[in-house]
């Protein structure tokens, strides 16, 4: 059993792990590829926020926010394999900031057909996000249990 978990998490772990591999093999001085891509739906994210929630968002280089989110994925996903909560804590942080702004499908109209692909990643990275939850809540339950069961019972005489 404990080999099927191990095999799970590094399973798991691999779509970050791998993700954030490519991302800091292509970093660069301007943070590569991945800023560009990124740079304009995280503006559109943050004008978003900013127009709802009457709040100034301070100007952060994208090249600083890509640098943490490969730290997060990398980090995170690696923890994860060791069976680390703070693992899957890195990684509940990581996709809480970036699934929403990445996967904005709200921003597309139904019709359009960027919607339905964006719908499906962000649905993706929800189950990712639950799934990070359901380790949490399963590490946290088998912890009481086995403290439960190694108290030392008091003798009656």
Request: no cysteine; hydrophobic share 50%; glycine share 6%.
């Amino acid at each position: 059993m404990s080999f099927m978990s191990f095999a799970g998490r590094v399973l798991f772990s691999a779509v970050f792990l791998l993700s954030a591999y490519l991302e800091f093999s292509e970093f660069g001085a301007d943070g590569g590829p991945a800023a560009k891509a990124l740079r304009p739906k995280y503006n559109r994210f943050v004008k978003h926020v900013s127009s709802h929630l009457g709040i100034v968002v301070p100007h952060i280089e994208m090249k600083h926010i890509l640098a943490s989110t490969i730290f997060l994925k990398g980090f995170g996903g690696i923890l994860f394999v060791l069976s680390s909560s703070l693992g899957a804590y890195l990684l509940l942080l990581y996709l809480a900031f970036i699934t929403p702004v990445v996967y904005d499908f709200y921003n597309y109209d139904i019709e359009k057909p960027e919607f339905v692909q964006l719908f499906n990643r962000f649905a993706q990275n929800v189950a990712l996000f639950g799934a990070l939850l359901f380790f949490l809540s399963m590490k946290n339950t088998i912890a009481r249990r086995q403290s439960k069961r190694l108290a030392p019972k008091s003798k009656t005489n």
